[in-house]
């Protein structure tokens, strides 16, 4: 299995995001959806992404956001790449130019590949679990055998992972990369950053 990649999604402070970097982490994911706890404004954002070094990634994430939201934040952020949450099509995922990937909360009935046949320019497809009341971070994980064993593109899985399951969660799934965002809280939007550093642990003792 080549190594997995982890990204420690909805950081909101410099401190977290520096916590993440040191504990190992290939990237960070930063929320612009108002109705997240873990949203941040730019000028948060800007503080984050200018104390980074080099090679870490940041992730834009965005929920059905008007285009002039994501040019705006493309704009004054150095995002390397744009995560969609919502129901976004695969030409409104390609307006800006930039790699992206499409997130699919697992639901009833939902089948991820044919799924991708509608994403084609998708760099990756990030897997979640499925929430009716919030589009991500509820800290629950889904049916992991229900992920088909060749969707044909690098697969990103998130939905309830921590330090408990995510070893057993690369060892069955086999994933490019895991995202971990409640899991490594000490309250929504504050990362514990013992908690990061015994997941990045975990997931070193698989990978």
């Known amino acids: 299995m080549s190594k997995v990649r982890v990204k420690i999604c909805g950081i909101t402070r410099r401190e977290d995001a520096l916590a993440a970097v040191d504990a190992g982490t290939d990237a960070i994911g930063l929320v612009f959806y108002p109705k997240s ?27 059905d956001a008007a285009p002039d939201l994501v040019n705006q ?19 409104q995922c390609a307006l800006y130019g930039r790699p992206y990937y499409r997130a699919l909360r697992m639901g009833p009935g939902c089948d991820p590949g044919s799924f991708l046949q509608n994403y084609s320019g998708s760099n990756a497809l990030l897997l979640d679990a499925y929430n009716d009341k919030v589009q991500g971070g509820s800290g629950e994980t889904f049916d992991w055998s229900r992920i088909p064993k060749d969707l044909g593109k690098p697969l990103i899985l998130a939905g309830g992972l921590g330090i408990h399951n995510v070893a057993d969660a690369i060892t069955q799934v086999q994933p490019y990369a895991v995202d971990v965002s409640s899991g490594v809280e000490s309250s929504k939007g504050i990362k514990d950053h013992r908690k990061i550093m015994d997941f990045m642990k975990e997931v070193e003792r698989v990978r």
Do not use: K, M, Y
């Open 37 to 63: 706890p873990r949203s941040v404004t730019l000028s948060q954002a800007e503080v984050i992404t200018h104390t980074l070094p080099p090679f870490v990634s940041t992730v834009a994430l965005f929920v």
């Open 73 to 91: 934040v493309l704009n004054v952020l150095p995002i390397d790449c744009l995560q969609f949450h919502g129901n976004e099509t695969s030409t």
